[in-house]
């Protein structure tokens, strides 16, 4: 029996990097999932997540930020504790808040698409500061509205319900995770790829 044997092409260097920062941006998201504060009349509990998902977007841009997401809904998927309680598996993916967790790699990727004009990817402190509060509250409103809209839909609540139980609990707790992302991005100390 013969074996074939061919140099091997090397992947490049930047796409290694790219991915490696992508893996560790993952890896941050599931650390957080230990702080979970449950809410009693709402299914799903205040976490830092999202501003994670914030991050993934301003640092990465549209590709590599919603890479690293998907990386990290692959990892609860698989079962790894990632997920807000340090929940994992398949069913959380599609339980109470399911909706909020899909929406986190179409946020990230509009966060970078808006920040970063593309695939090009810019220094996000570079940015003006409108454009980023921008970026952030619009993924705000698709995480939310994918999450109230699930939400509504699998507890079978009108949507003035889902809104209350499932969006305006957390209006505070957002404003702060947009602050902290552009404090972050504003204090240069962490560079993109």
């Known amino acids: 029996m013969a074996t074939e044997q061919g140099d091997v ?4 260097g930047d796409v290694v990097h790219a ?26 509990p205040i976490t830092l997540q999202v501003l994670f998902v ?39 993916l599609v339980g109470d808040s399911a909706g909020y967790l899909w929406s986190y790699p179409l946020a990230a990727g509009l966060i970078g698409l808006l920040v970063h004009r593309g695939t090009d990817l810019r220094d996000p402190a570079e940015v003006s500061t409108p454009l980023v509060v921008v970026a952030l509250v619009t993924a705000t409103v698709l995480i939310y509205g994918m999450g109230v809209g699930y939400m509504a839909w699998l507890l079978e609540l009108e949507l003035w319900e889902a809104i209350t139980v499932g969006a305006l609990p957390f209006i505070p707790g957002e404003v702060l995770k947009i602050a902290a992302a552009v404090a972050i991005v504003e204090s240069g100390r962490i560079d993109t790829v």
């Open 9 to 12: 092409d090397l992947v490049d």
């Open 54 to 92: 914030f991050l993934a977007g301003l640092l990465l841009g549209p590709l590599w930020g919603t890479v690293s997401i998907l990386l990290y809904l692959a990892a609860g998927a698989i079962g790894l504790p990632v997920f807000a309680g340090m929940a994992g598996g398949l069913g959380v």
């Open 19 to 44: 991915f490696a920062r992508a893996a560790l941006l993952a890896t941050l998201l599931g650390a957080v999932a230990p702080i979970a504060i449950p809410i009693p009349f709402s299914p799903a």
